[in-house]
T-cell receptor, first 116, second 114 residues
Framework: DTGVSQDPRHKITKRGQNVTFRCDPI?????LYWYRQTLGQGPEFLTY????????KSRLLSDRFSAERPKGSFSTLEIQRTEQGDSAMYLC??????????????FGPGTRLTVL | AQTVTQSQPEMSVQEAETVTLSCTYD???????LFWYKQPPSRQMILVIR??????QNATENRFSVNFQKAAKSFSLKISDSQLGDTAMYFC???????????FGKGTRLHILP
């Protein structure tokens, strides 16, 4: 198992463009989380999935953001009409609901988004 | 709403010394989890240590230990015999059972000096 992977690792885009990020969780992990981390801050929760169901969305997740996990495996996070304020590191994490340490989340390396 | 406060933005210590990172939190919950996460430069975040609020005994993981003071809502991390590889951002974090979103503090940047 190679851990949580995210693609791309870096993305530079112009304001107004759409971007999509992908997260592949650890195999068999049924929970998947998205966080956003801006410079000098701790990560902030955006949303999470249990299998393919999106169970909670933060108020940080405006209507320009959408996340999916269509088959309960990988997830995508799309940002439409990007703004400079969207520049951040987007982190993905996964966990297994039935594991002994089920609340331990394993993080991916993140996707760093720069909006020009 | 829960909050996590780390009052030390940055710290530096010499290799082999002991260092303590502070964290306070605010919650009305009685049962919860507390974590310290490490984020090395340009590398992914990893869990250092966790504490269940219902356990009085402080958690330890090799050179890492915590001082959990539930009444004071304090959760400090002690790193003994610090090593160069301990250089990283350290985040204190809170989680309420059944609601798996983690609430992070702003972090403490720790430099271990040779």
């Amino acid at each position: 198992d190679t851990g949580v992977s995210q693609d791309p690792r870096h993305k530079i885009t112009k304001r107004g463009q759409n971007v999509t990020f992908r997260c592949d969780p650890i195999s068999e992990h049924n929970r998947l989380y998205w966080y956003r981390q801006t410079l000098g801050q701790g990560p902030e929760f955006l949303t999470y999935f249990q299998n393919e169901a999106q169970l909670e969305k933060s108020r940080l997740l405006s209507d320009r953001f959408s996340a999916e996990r269509p088959k309960g495996s990988f997830s995508t996070l799309e940002i439409q009409r990007t703004e400079q304020g969207d520049s951040a590191m987007y982190l993905c994490a996964s966990s297994h609901l039935l594991a002994a340490r089920h609340n331990e989340q394993f993080f991916g390396p993140g996707t760093r988004l720069t909006v020009l | 709403a829960q909050t996590v406060t780390q009052s030390q933005p940055e710290m530096s210590v010499q290799e082999a010394e002991t260092v303590t990172l502070s964290c306070t939190y605010d919650t009305s919950e009685n049962n919860y989890y507390l974590f310290w996460y490490k984020q090395p430069p340009s590398r992914q975040m990893i869990l250092v240590i966790r504490q269940e609020a219902y356990k009085q005994q402080n958690a330890t993981e090799n050179r890492f230990s915590v001082n959990f003071q539930k009444a004071a809502k304090s959760f400090s991390l002690k790193i003994s015999d610090s090593q160069l590889g301990d250089t990283a951002m350290y985040f204190c974090a809170f989680m309420k059972p059944g609601n798996d979103k983690i609430i992070f503090g702003k972090g403490t940047r720790l430099h271990i000096l040779p």
